[in-house]
C-alpha cells in the first residue's frame, strides 16, 4: 500500500535552516509528481511545493519562494524541502503528497506530516 | 495566489443534505476544472473527497458530490452522518503550476 513519511520537523530559530524528508513506498516513486503543503497549528491549508516526476521542474508558493527548495531522490525514494531564512510564520504541520492529474492538481496520498516550530 | 472563499461553519442534521461553497476567480476556479475537495479529521491527514470538480476516488461514498457554476465551487454531502463531522477544504488548479486553497469549512452534524 501506498505509504509516505515524513521526518526532520522540530524547533529551530528565526533565521535558521532545516530539512525535511519524505520517504515513499507503495508505488513507483519515479514515476509522480509530488507536492508539499502545509497547516499552521489550527490553521488552513497552505501549498508550498511541487517537483515534477524527473525532478526537473520545481514550482513553489510564493510565500517561501527564493527561500525553500524541492528535491528529490528517486534512488531512494525520498522526497525532500530545504528551508532556508525560516519566519515564524512557518511554524506549521508540513505533508508531502502524491500529486496527480494533468495539472498535478490534485493529491490523492498524504503523509501525516510533521510538525516545524520556529521560536527564539 | 490569493485564498478561495469559503464560509467558516456548516452544519445539518443526520440524513439531511448541506453544501459547502468554494468561491474563486476567473484565473483559478473560474477557468480551471481542476478543483479539488479535501475532508480532514482532527488530528488527521487531509483526504481526498473530489477532484476536477465532480470526481470521486475510489472509496469514497456516493454522498458526497461536487459542482461548479462560473467562480464558485460546490462541495454536497446528502444523507449526512456522525462521521461526516469534519473540517473540508477546497483547492483550486491557478495556473502555472501553482495551487490555492480555501479557509476551510467546519461541518458540524447535529
Known amino acids: 500500500q501506498v505509504q509516505l513519511l515524513e521526518s526532520g520537523g522540530g524547533v529551530v530559530q528565526p533565521g535558521r535552516s532545516l530539512r525535511l524528508s519524505c520517504a515513499a513506498s507503495?508505488?513507483?516513486?519515479?514515476?509522480?509528481?509530488m507536492h508539499w503543503f502545509r497547516q499552521p497549528p489550527g490553521k488552513g491549508l497552505e501549498w508550498v511545493a511541487l517537483?515534477?516526476?524527473?525532478?526537473?521542474?520545481?514550482y513553489y508558493g510564493d510565500s517561501v519562494k527564493g527561500r525553500f527548495t524541492i528535491s528529490r531522490d528517486s534512488s531512494n525514494n525520498t522526497l525532500s524541502l530545504q528551508m532556508n531564512s525560516l519566519r515564524a510564520d512557518d511554524t506549521a504541520i508540513y505533508y508531502c503528497a502524491r500529486a496527480r492529474g494533468v495539472t498535478r492538481a490534485h493529491s490523492d496520498y498524504w503523509g501525516h506530516g510533521t510538525l516545524v516550530t520556529v521560536s527564539p | 495566489q490569493s485564498a478561495l472563499t469559503q464560509p467558516p461553519s456548516a452544519s445539518g442534521s443526520p440524513g439531511h443534505s448541506v453544501t459547502i461553497s468554494c468561491t474563486g476567480t476567473s484565473s483559478d476556479v473560474g477557468h480551471y476544472i481542476y478543483v479539488s475537495w479535501y475532508q480532514q479529521h482532527p488530528g488527521q491527514a487531509p483526504r481526498l473527497m473530489i477532484y476536477e470538480f465532480n470526481k470521486r476516488p475510489s472509496g469514497v461514498p456516493a454522498r458526497f458530490s461536487g459542482s461548479k457554476s462560473g467562480n464558485t465551487a460546490s462541495l454536497t454531502v446528502s444523507g449526512l452522518q456522525t462521521e461526516d463531522e469534519a473540517d473540508y477544504y477546497c483547492s483550486s488548479y491557478a495556473g502555472n503550476n501553482t495551487l490555492v486553497f480555501g479557509g476551510g469549512t467546519k461541518l458540524t452534524v447535529l
Open positions: 517537483i515534477s516526476y524527473d525532478g526537473n521542474n520545481q
Open positions: 507503495g508505488f513507483t516513486f519515479r514515476n509522480y509528481a
